[in-house]
């Protein structure tokens, strides 16, 4: 599995339309402060269907949305596609090349869509399940969390690598078990 392209429209700062094309090997992004590069993580993050508005250093979800400069008038919609190529059935799923959708309008209306079909927030959810992606998972590290990580307790540092090795589910299960 490998992520192919980002495409970005009308999210955060990022008004036009940009394609951020993924080759092969490591991506860096630099720029100066303020230029974007966080957005573009959390432009990631939202497209996996992250619902915390708090996370994505906003108050309400439509903060995303490009609110304008003073140059140029704020937006109406947000929307980010994300393409994997899914050659090895990484994700959840039988297409060879995966393309998730979110799009957001100011009036609240909200799509997902599985190439270019609408779909729940559920669906796109399943295709991450148990690969170790998904926006709550350690792939994806902010800002300040690294920090958070070093100065965590013990046991906290222990759930993390539990997460990362992907034990958490088997003792949630097992948890369920004893439960039941
Ligand atoms: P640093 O190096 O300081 O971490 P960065 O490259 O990560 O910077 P970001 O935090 O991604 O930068 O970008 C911040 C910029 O995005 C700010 O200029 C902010 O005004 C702009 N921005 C955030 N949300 C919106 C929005 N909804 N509409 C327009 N611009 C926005
Ligand atoms: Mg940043």
Redesign the pocket.
């Known amino acids: 599995m490998k992520l192919k392209t980002l495409e970005i429209s009308g999210?955060?700062?990022f008004?036009d339309k940009t394609t951020i094309e993924f080759m092969p090997g490591m991506t860096g992004?630099v720029?100066?402060?303020?230029?974007?590069?966080?957005?573009?993580?959390?432009a990631i993050r939202w497209v996996m269907g992250e619902q915390r508005a708090k996370d994505l250093?906003?108050t309400k979800m439509s903060?995303?949305?490009?609110?304008?400069?003073h140059i140029r008038h704020?937006l109406n919609r947000?929307e980010v596609s994300m393409t994997f190529d899914n050659d090895d059935q990484y994700l959840n799923t039988l297409f060879s090349e995966v393309t998730i959708t979110r799009k957001l309008y100011r009036s609240g209306e909200s799509v997902y869509q599985i190439n270019g079909v609408d779909s729940r927030l559920r669906d796109v959810q399943d295709l991450f399940t148990d690969t170790g992606l998904g926006k709550e998972s350690f792939s994806i590290i902010s800002?300040g969390r690294v920090e958070s990580i070093f100065n965590a307790k013990p046991e906290e540092r222990r759930a993390i690598i539990e997460e990362v090795a992907g034990v958490h589910k088997y003792k949630q299960n097992k948890d369920k078990a004893q439960r039941e």
Do not use: H, L, M, W
């Open positions: 999210f955060k700062s008004a992004i720029g100066p402060n303020g230029s974007g590069k966080s957005n573009i993580i959390e250093r906003g903060d995303v949305i490009f609110g304008g400069t704020g947000a800002q």
